[in-house]
C-alpha cells in the first residue's frame, strides 16, 4: 500500500484558481492541496459544483475522474449538480483547463501550472523516480483527496460520495476503490486492471521499467479490497480496454457488481463516457433510495440454450443476446451481432438460441427506463 490513507483522509487546504479555467454558471475554480513532489509542495486544479439545497439540506457527491489528455472538465461538475449531486473534477497531471476550439475540447494539450506534481500518463517514464514522486501515485492520491474535500464540506452527506471514471480514470478508480474504503460506489467506465499485455508493448520503456509498473501499479492488485458496489460499463470493442480484462478485474472485486456492456460503445468524454444514464441509476439507487440496475442473478448453457435469470425492480422489456461469430485474438475487431432472446412467462428468466459458430456471447436485458445491465461473457474455451 504506498498511500498513507489517514493522511489522504484529512481535508486539504483550498485556494481561489484565480485567471483560470472556465467560466460555467454553478461551477467554481479551485485548487486545493497535494501531495509533495521531490520535496515541493503540490496543489490540484480542480472543478466544485453544488446542487440548489433546501436549508439543512445536505447532497450526495460524486468524484469525477478524467482519463488520457484529458483534464478537470466543468460540464461533467456541472452535469452531476443538476441531478442534485455535489461534484468535483479534478485534473491529475499538474495541468489546469482551458477553454479550446471543439475538436481540441477533450484531448488539450492543458497548461500546467506552478504547483504541478507529475506529468501523466502512466508515469512509465518515472519508473527510477521514488514511489512518492511518480504520476500514479499522485493521481490516486488527487483522487482521494478530492473525495476527502467534497464530504467535508456542510453541503455533503460524507455518507453518499460515490465515484466515477473514464478510461485511465477508469484505472485509477479501480485502484482508489480498492484502497479507500469511503467510497459509496465506483463506476469505471472502460477502463480496468490486468493492463500487462498492453503495457509490454510499451517499447520506449525497459522491459524492467515495464515490469515495475505492472507490479506496482496495476490495479489488479488493489481490487481484491473494494468492497463497495461496483457498475463496470465498457463496449464489446474498445480500443485501449477488452473484455477479457474487464472481466478479470470485476471477478476480482468481492463487492457487488452490476455490468453494462454495448456493441460497438464509442471510446471517450463527453457523451459516450460521462453520460451514460446506467451511471445516473446506479448512483442514485446507492445514494437516494431510487431503483437498482437489473441484476443477474445467475447464467449459464444448456445445450445451444443460453439463459440468464434475473430480478428487476423496474420491470424488464426487452432481452437480447449479443455474439460473435469469430474467434479473433484481437476482441477490437471481432464482429458482434444481436438476436432476440425470450423473456420466459416467469418473467425473471432470458433465453437464446446459441446461433452455429459463436465463439463469444452475452445477454442484455433491457428495463423500462431504456437502461442495459449484462451477463457475463463467456467464450467457447469458458
Not at 94 to 118: N, Q, T
Request: with cysteine.
Amino acid at each position: 500500500m504506498p498511500w498513507d490513507i489517514a493522511a489522504l483522509s484529512r481535508r486539504p487546504e483550498t485556494y481561489a484558481a484565480e485567471g483560470v479555467g472556465a467560466n460555467v454558471d454553478g461551477v467554481e475554480a479551485i485548487f486545493y492541496d497535494g501531495v509533495p513532489y521531490r520535496g515541493k509542495p503540490t496543489r490540484v486544479f480542480a472543478y466544485l459544483a453544488l446542487p440548489k439545497l433546501a436549508p439543512g439540506e445536505r447532497a450526495p457527491g460524486i468524484v469525477l475522474v478524467h482519463g488520457g489528455a484529458g483534464t478537470a472538465f466543468p460540464d461533467w461538475a456541472k452535469l452531476w449538480a443538476d441531478r442534485g449531486y455535489a461534484a468535483i473534477a479534478m485534473d491529475t497531471c499538474g495541468c489546469v483547463h482551458a477553454d479550446l476550439p471543439p475538436d481540441k475540447a477533450y484531448v488539450g494539450p492543458w497548461p500546467r501550472h506552478e504547483h504541478a506534481g507529475p506529468p501523466g500518463w502512466g508515469g512509465f517514464d518515472q519508473m527510477e523516480e521514488p514511489l512518492e514522486d511518480q504520476w500514479m501515485y499522485h493521481a490516486v492520491a488527487d483522487v482521494l483527496l478530492g473525495r476527502s474535500l467534497l464530504a467535508s464540506l456542510p453541503q455533503v452527506d460524507p455518507g453518499r460520495v460515490g465515484l466515477t471514471g473514464v478510461s485511465w480514470g477508469g484505472i485509477l478508480a479501480c485502484t482508489a476503490a480498492g484502497v479507500d474504503s469511503r467510497f459509496a460506489f465506483a463506476v469505471p467506465v472502460y477502463g480496468c486492471g490486468f493492463l500487462d499485455a498492453w503495457i509490454r508493448k510499451k517499447e520506449n520503456f525497459s522491459p524492467d521499467h515495464r515490469h515495475r509498473w505492472c507490479e506496482l501499479w496495476d490495479p489488479k492488485h488493489y481490487l481484491p479490497g473494494a468492497k463497495l458496489p461496483m457498475l463496470w460499463l465498457n463496449g464489446t470493442n474498445d480500443l485501449a480496454f477488452p473484455l477479457t480484462w474487464t472481466q478479470a478485474s470485476y471477478r476480482l472485486a468481492p463487492g457487488e457488481r452490476t455490468l453494462s456492456i454495448r456493441i460497438g460503445l464509442v471510446h471517450g468524454h463527453g457523451g459516450p463516457g460521462e453520460k451514460p444514464e446506467e451511471i445516473r441509476a446506479f448512483a442514485d439507487w446507492r445514494c437516494r433510495g431510487g431503483p437498482p440496475l437489473t441484476e443477474v442473478l445467475a447464467q449459464g448453457l444448456d445445450g445451444r440454450r443460453a439463459w440468464a435469470t434475473f430480478a428487476a425492480d423496474v420491470p424488464v422489456v426487452r432481452a437480447e443476446l449479443n455474439y460473435a461469430a469469430d474467434a479473433n485474438p484481437n476482441w477490437l475487431e471481432r464482429e458482434w451481432q444481436t438476436a432476440p432472446a425470450t423473456i420466459e412467462p416467469s418473467g425473471d428468466l432470458a433465453t437464446a438460441e446459441l446461433p452455429d459458430g459463436a465463439t463469444a456471447w452475452f445477454i442484455n436485458l433491457t428495463d423500462k427506463r431504456g437502461l442495459v445491465a449484462s451477463s457475463q461473457h463467456v467464450t467457447r474455451e469458458d
